[in-house]
């Protein structure tokens, strides 16, 4: 966007308002909290350490790690365990395709197919579309925020189970592709969504891709972060979690 000397005044405040040297600013409202009724355990005995037992539900959970951090085991062993324990998992896949995450899952011992025959695990394919590949997902879009919307609104629909988790890997991708004003407007519309719907939103972002002002507006956007560090270790970050465990 190129603003001229001619520019209205209000078009040159809206212009500085979501860009001021390298920062980054939105105007948005704040999303709507809601309270957390009770924790889901995880399976992870690092995560019920930080967390006090497992992850909130109903709520929105930011997951910070490098590539080779862990992130993905985390979400294969998270889903793994609260499909076995009867719950839902839409799992949205903008950094590899269903198919691969499938090959991982029944690499960990656990077999896929029964629960999405059930329709208590949902692939929504956003990466295949972007680069090319072939596909034949029920759940095919873009990895375009809007339609990844639209196909999870459909997705939490039909997914059938006690509680409902949504998983997210990962951001990064997003933010690349179609940039960063769009893919932290992607993030807290997927927040305030997921919180309509009273669900829990995990989803994950490579910190060392962005500037920490990114950082600190996608940590905004959510109830709580937890920072994975190499190796697989998982560090809880003070002052980053914004709801209270008791």
């Not at 925020?145 to 997003?174: R, S, V």
């Not at 697989?232 to 002052?239: T, V």
Request: include cysteine; glycine fraction near 8%; hydrophobic fraction near 45%.
């Amino acid at each position: 966007m190129i603003v001229g000397l001619g520019a209205p005044i209000h078009a040159v405040v809206g212009l500085m308002a979501f860009y001021s040297s390298s920062k980054l600013a939105i105007e948005t409202k704040p999303l709507t909290k809601i309270p957390f009724e009770e924790k889901l355990e995880t399976g992870i005995s690092e995560i019920a350490n930080i967390l006090k037992g497992g992850i909130p539900y109903p709520s929105s959970i930011l997951l910070l790690g490098v590539v080779g951090s862990g992130k993905t085991g985390i979400f294969l062993k998270l889903s793994r365990y609260r499909l076995e324990k009867g719950d839902a998992i839409v799992f949205i896949c903008t950094n590899n395709t269903p198919e691969n995450y499938r090959i991982m899952m029944k690499n960990l011992g656990f077999d896929p197919n029964p629960f999405e025959e059930k329709s208590s695990l949902i692939f929504i394919d956003a990466y295949s579309k972007e680069f090319g590949i072939e596909s034949k997902e029920k759940y095919l879009t873009s990895m375009m925020p809007y339609d990844i919307i639209i196909a999870f609104l459909k997705a939490i629909e039909e997914a059938k189970g006690n509680k409902k988790i949504i998983i997210i890997h990962d951001l990064t991708n997003i933010l690349d592709i179609y940039g960063v004003k769009e893919g932290l407007m992607f993030l807290r519309n997927i927040v305030a969504k997921t919180r309509e719907a009273k669900v829990t939103l995990l989803v994950s972002l490579n910190p060392q891709a962005f500037p920490p002002a990114v950082l600190a507006l996608a940590q905004e956007a959510v109830d709580g972060t937890i920072e994975l560090e190499a190796r697989g270790k998982i560090k809880y970050r003070g002052g980053v979690f914004k709801w209270q465990i008791s």
